[in-house]
C-alpha cells in the first residue's frame, strides 16, 4: 500500500513529519509512504545516512497553515494537503495522514475525494482510551460539524458504528447520544430527536449516556454534534494530562528520597500511563463519510504520533473500510430519512 | 450561623448527610447544622455516644428521591428539600445544602427563594481544581439551564466574575466563552452573541476558550450552557477518575516487589493526588443568581464531601456574597440588554 503523509502539517512540521514518516517507513518495508510537501525543507529532515526507499518525496509549494481558515484550501492550490488528496483521487495513494489544520484537512476531504452516497456530514471520529472498566468507546463528531441536524447524529450512528466492528472487532456495538442526563427527557431538541431517529434503527442504541460514560466501557459509540464533541474531547483530554502532571510534579515537589525511590520504581508503570493518557496524541482521528481514507492526526504530533497514524490509515486501507461503510449507509436508508434540508431544529442552526 | 442540611438528599442518604453534619458541628461549635428530614431515619445515624449539642433536627416526612423529576417538589409539601428552603426563607438559617436531586434543588430555590432582582436564569457553579499551570476555574452554567439565550451567559459571567473575587480573592478575574477554538469565527450563534455582549462589558472578557483551558489556568471564569457544562464536567470527571484508577490498577496488575515498594513509598503523594482529582466531590456546587445561599453537593457524596459543602456554605453566607452579586447585576445593566423573552437564537431553544 502507498500512503500520503502531509509533510508540512502539525505544530511541529515538518521535522516531526518527516521523522513519523521515517520511523514508519523502517517499520513497513513492505508499504510505501510519500512526503509532500516543500521539498527543500522536507529535505534537511531527512536522516543523514539516507532515507528508507520506501519513502518518497512528493513537491508542493504551498501550506495550509494551522491558523488559516479552511477555505484556505481552496485558495492554495498547491499546498502539500491539496496535493496529497489529489493522489489519493487518482488511486495513486490508498491513504492521506495529516496533522495540519484540521477545518481544512475536512475541507479537501470534502472538495477533493468527496461525501460516502447517502453521507450529508463527514465526522471526526475519536477512539478514547478504555479508562475506566475496560473497553474503548468512538465518540464522533469531535469537531467537523457545529451545527447539525438529528439526521446528521443518526448517520453518525451508522458510521461509528462500522467503524467499531471493523476496527475492534466487536459484532454489535453498542450506541449511544451524549446528553446531560440519561433520562429520555433530558437533553436539548436535537439529542431528542436523534434518539428518536435511533430507536426506530436496527443498531444496538441505548439512549441516552452522560459524560462519564465514554469512560465506563458501557457503550461503544458517542453520537455528538461537533461543537460538544470537541469540547469534550479537549476537555477531557486537558484533565487526564492535568492528573498525570499533578502526579508528575507532587512526587518532585515533596522530593523526599522516598518519594523518588518510589517514582524510579513506578517508572515503566508511569509511563505505560502517559502512553493512555496522551490518547489525543495516539492514533490520529479517522474522517468518516468520505471517499477514501483520510486521517486527522493532533496538531502537536510527536515523530511517533505520526507513525501511529500511518498505522491506523494502514489498518482502515488494508480492512476495506469504505465498502463496509457504504454497505450500512444503503442499509439505513430502511429507517433513516432522506436528508433534511429545510428542518432547522438544532443548535447554532441560524448560522447556516 | 446556622445552617440547613438536607439528611434526606445523595445516593448514601441519610447516612452520609448525617455523619457529614455531624463532623462539621464539631469542626464549627460556634455555628449551628439543622438537619431537615425524617426524624425516625436520621435519628439512627445520628452517633451513640450523644450528637453535638449544635446540632439539630427538624423532621419533614417526605423526600424527593434522586429519580423524581425536578417538578416533584412542587408535589411533595412536606419534603426534606421543601421545609429546609422554607427555613431560609424565614430567615430561621443562612444557607442550605443538599446533596438531593438537583434539579429539585434548583427548583426549590427558585420557588421558596426567587432570583436575584436582575437575573433571568440562577446557574450551577463548580470549581475546577488547578490541575496544570496553577489557578482555579470557575464553570457555569454546569447543568441548571439546557436552554440558554446570550444575555443568561452574559449573566452567568456577571456572576461568576463577582463569587471568584469574593471566593478566591482574585481582584479583576479573567472570564471567557467556552467554545470549540479560540478563533472568533469558531463558535454557535449562542456562543458569538453572547461574546458580543460580553465585549461590550467592563469585565476582563478573553473571549473564547477551548475545553482543555478549563484546567490550563489561563482564565477564571468560564460560561456555557448548562447542556454543554454538565457533559463536559462529567466528562472531565471521568477522564481524571480514570487516570488515578489506571494508575491503581497498573500497580496492582503488574504488582511486583518494585511496583508495590514504590507504591508504598509515594502513598502520601497519591492520597492528595485523590482529593484533588475527586474535584466533583468536594466543596459543593452553588447556585448563583437566587435570593440565599444554596449548595448542591454531589449525588455520591461522602460525609467529609458533605463537610466540605457545609463549610462552603458557611463561608458564602459569612462574605455577604448576596449583597455583592445583586451589586454586581444591577451595575451591569449599563451593557446588559434586559430580558429577551422572545429572541430564540440558541441550542435547543425550540423545546421552550
Same mark, same amino acid.
Given at each position: 500500500m502507498r500512503l500520503v503523509l502531509d #509533510?508540512? *502539517?502539525?505544530?511541529?512540521?515538518p521535522a516531526a513529519a518527516v521523522e513519523g514518516g521515517v520511523l514508519f517507513a523502517r517499520e513497513h518495508p513492505e508499504h510505501e509512504v510519500v512526503l509532500v510537501g516543500d521539498s527543500l525543507r522536507v529535505r534537511t529532515h531527512l536522516p543523514r545516512t539516507g532515507a528508507p526507499g520506501n519513502l518518497h518525496l512528493h513537491h508542493a509549494s504551498q501550506v495550509v497553515e494551522?491558523?488559516?481558515? !479552511?477555505s484556505a484550501f481552496r485558495r492554495k492550490k498547491d499546498s502539500s494537503l491539496q496535493v496529497g488528496f489529489e493522489l489519493v483521487r487518482a488511486g495513486e495513494a490508498s491513504a492521506l495522514v495529516s496533522a495540519g489544520n484540521s477545518g481544512a484537512v475536512m475541507a479537501g476531504a470534502l472538495l477533493v475525494l468527496g461525501r460516502l452516497p447517502g453521507v450529508d456530514r463527514p465526522a471526526i471520529a475519536t477512539l478514547f482510551p478504555a &479508562? +475506566?472498566? *475496560?473497553g474503548r468507546c468512538l465518540l464522533l463528531? #469531535?469537531? #467537523?460539524?457545529v451545527d447539525c441536524k438529528p439526521v446528521h447524529l443518526a448517520q453518525f450512528a451508522v458510521l461509528g458504528e462500522a467503524y467499531v466492528r471493523a476496527r &475492534?472487532?466487536?459484532?454489535r456495538p453498542r450506541i449511544a447520544v451524549l446528553s446531560?442526563?440519561?433520562? !429520555?427527557?433530558? *437533553?436539548?431538541v436535537l439529542t431528542r430527536e436523534a434518539s428518536a431517529l435511533l430507536r426506530r434503527s436496527d443498531l444496538a442504541f441505548s439512549g441516552y449516556v452522560e459524560g462519564k460514560d465514554i469512560f465506563s466501557g458501557e457503550v461503544d459509540v458517542v453520537v455528538t454534534d461537533g461543537f460538544t464533541g470537541n469540547i469534550v474531547l479537549k476537555a477531557s483530554e486537558g484533565a487526564a494530562m492535568g492528573v498525570a502532571g499533578l502526579l508528575r510534579s507532587a512526587i518532585e515537589k515533596r522530593g523526599g528520597l522516598p518519594e523518588k525511590l518510589g517514582a524510579l520504581l513506578l517508572q515503566p508503570t508511569l509511563a505505560g500511563l502517559k502512553r493512555v493518557v496522551d490518547y489525543a496524541e495516539y492514533g490520529g482521528a479517522p474522517l468518516l463519510g468520505i471517499q477514501g481514507v483520510g486521517i486527522v492526526a493532533h496538531g502537536r504530533s510527536s515523530p511517533r504520533a505520526i507513525q501511529s497514524a500511518l498505522g491506523a490509515a494502514l489498518q482502515m486501507a488494508q480492512a476495506g473500510l469504505q465498502t463496509e461503510l457504504t454497505r450500512c449507509i444503503e442499509r439505513a436508508r430502511a429507517w433513516l430519512p432522506a +436528508?433534511? +434540508?429545510?428542518?432547522r431544529a438544532t443548535q447554532g442552526t441560524l448560522s447556516d
Open positions: #509533510a508540512m *502539517g502539525g505544530d511541529h512540521a494551522m491558523d488559516d481558515s !479552511p &479508562l +475506566r472498566g *475496560g463528531d #469531535a469537531g #467537523a460539524n &475492534l472487532g466487536i459484532s446531560n442526563g440519561e433520562e !429520555p427527557s433530558k *437533553g436539548t +436528508r433534511q +434540508r429545510g428542518k
